[in-house]
Structure formats: structure tokens, C-alpha cells
């Protein structure tokens, strides 16, 4: 029973008009609730408080989650590949563009993304298909384990905890890539990504506040409020659905105004790390695309 139950409920999410319903309900729901939670406040009045340097702060923390995103291309990469020889333009144009199609309706496109474009430069779409499955199962894996082992220390040691898990997950994928194991580099890669996601959280609420409790605390909420944008892939990048997290959460331990600022300034900084990562990557032929355009000139 429970396996008919299942294969037609995954028959029913294979069309496209549930899963748009699902998106836009989820999205309007979100945005009603930041509404009503904006009702009163004053985000604005809070981000015209920070520093002038603040926005070359915000700036350069936009540039690092954009080049922390080759981690998970890594990470993809080898999953798809394994460690046979992929270029790493190749690598960086077909993860690169699949960044920004997570933003089109429905999110899930940013896989279809991937199959099209690895799929032009000779990729196997199985291997392809397995190895954007297998880094939704790390997706979920890395973040709940970095966000339960920061979330249990006290606020005081975490952002020093974070570097050490960084150092540690720096030697684990050497020792990885020396022994050939696909699966430890590419889970220590992903492990690599949301601490440096945490990191960058943290760097913008420090930026906001200047102090260290406080940005740890708007860190982790924007972790859990990632999450939440991820397992519902209806709602394109998780938009609505993350700040909405943040601001319920929050609620009670910070300012609201302040939520509802970090809320924005965070997402200012993703959206900006991957315009910056697809829109390079749009700019950089795929090797297969080059190909296919010399044989038609040669011919000619």
C-alpha cells in the first residue's frame, strides 16, 4: 500500500501544474507572513545605520560565497566524472548557469540545467542525473550535521569552531584526493561549502552589529532558514521561504527590524555571489557547443 501510494504521489508531483501550484502557495504564504511581520518596523532604518565601508563589506562577502560555489561544482563534478579529466571551464559553465536557472518557476530547473549543458560537452546523463542525487542527500546531510554541532556549543566558541572544522575538512580532502575516494572528497567539499556559508553569515551580521554573539546567532538562523528554502524546491531559491524562517525564529531573542535587515542584506549577498558565478559562466563556451560550431564552420 504504501509503495502504490508512493509511486502515484510521485506520478502526481511529476506534473508540472502541482508543483507550480505548490511554489506560488508556499511563496504568496511567505510573503504574506514577511508582510505582516514588516508591518511596524523599520528594516530600513536599520541598514541606514550601518558604516560606509559596510558595503564594501557586503561586497566582498558576495564575492566569496560566489567563489565558495565552485565547491559544490567540485563536488558535483566528481560525483558526475569521478576523477577522469574534466576541464575546469567545462566544470565551471555547465554548474556555473545551473545557479541561476534555480531562480526560474519551479527551482528544480537548476538540475535540468545541468543535464542540458553537461550533456552538450559529452557528460552521461545518468552519471549526471545520479550525481545531482546524490548532492541533494549531502546537501541535507553537511548542513544538518555543521548546523547541529554549531548549534550545540556555546556562542562563544562557535565562530572559532567553525575555522577548525574548516581546517579539518581542508586535510580530510587531501587525504581523500590522495586515496581516490570520490565520495569523502566530495562530501568533505560540500562540508567545506556551508561552513564558509556559515562563515559569511556570520561576516554579515557582524557587519550589521559588531558583535560576535549576535552575528553567531543570525548565522544560525540563516542556516536553518536555508534548509527550510531547500526541501521545498517548488519556491525558486527559496525566496520568501528563507526570510520568513529567519524572522519566526528570531523572533523573541533579536530586534525584528534587525531580522528582517539581516534577512535582506543575506540575501542581497547570495543573490549578488550567484548572479556574479552565472553570469561568468554564461560568458565561457561549452567545449561540446565550441565543437559543434568549428565542425559546422569547417563544413561550410
Known amino acids: 500500500m504504501v509503495m502504490i501510494v508512493t509511486r502515484l504521489a510521485g506520478r502526481f508531483l511529476h506534473i508540472g501544474w502541482p508543483r507550480r501550484v505548490v511554489g506560488v502557495l508556499l511563496f504568496l504564504g511567505s510573503l504574506i507572513f514577511l508582510i505582516r511581520a514588516l508591518a511596524g518596523l523599520d528594516p530600513m532604518g536599520q541598514i541606514a545605520k550601518l558604516e560606509p565601508s559596510a558595503p564594501v563589506a557586503l561586497l566582498v562577502l558576495a564575492v566569496l560565497y560566489s567563489v565558495s560555489l565552485l565547491l559544490l561544482a567540485g563536488s558535483w563534478g566528481l560525483l558526475a566524472t569521478g576523477f577522469r579529466p574534466l576541464s575546469l571551464c567545462d566544470l565551471f559553465a555547465v554548474y556555473g548557469r545551473s545557479v541561476l536557472a534555480k531562480y526560474l518557476p519551479g527551482g528544480v530547473l537548476q538540475y535540468g540545467s545541468r543535464q542540458w549543458s553537461g550533456g552538450s560537452i559529452g557528460l552521461d546523463q545518468r552519471a549526471m542525473a545520479r550525481a545531482s542525487g546524490i548532492e541533494i542527500i549531502l546537501h541535507l546531510v553537511c548542513s544538518g550535521l555543521i548546523l547541529m554541532i554549531l548549534s550545540s556549543l556555546d556562542r562563544t566558541f562557535v565562530p572559532l569552531a567553525a575555522v577548525v572544522i574548516m581546517a579539518f575538512l581542508v586535510i580530510l580532502t587531501g587525504l581523500g584526493w590522495r586515496c581516490r575516494r570520490t565520495l569523502l572528497v566530495a562530501t568533505c567539499l560540500q562540508g567545506l561549502f556551508f561552513i564558509d556559508f556559515w562563515l559569511i553569515a556570520f561576516g554579515t551580521g557582524w557587519t550589521m552589529l559588531h ?18 528554502g531547500f526541501v521545498l524546491p517548488f519556491v525558486p531559491g527559496g525566496i520568501g521561504v528563507r526570510e520568513a524562517v529567519i524572522v519566526a525564529l528570531g523572533a523573541g531573542h533579536v530586534d525584528p527590524a534587525m531580522l528582517v535587515a539581516f534577512a535582506a542584506l543575506t540575501r542581497l549577498v547570495t543573490l549578488g555571489g550567484d548572479l556574479m558565478l552565472g553570469l561568468i559562466a554564461y560568458a565561457l563556451p561549452l567545449a561540446g557547443t565550441d565543437r559543434a560550431n568549428r565542425q559546422t564552420s569547417a563544413s561550410q
Open 211 to 228: 558583535d560576535a554573539d549576535s552575528a553567531t546567532r543570525l548565522a544560525m538562523l540563516l542556516l536553518v532558514g536555508w534548509l527550510a
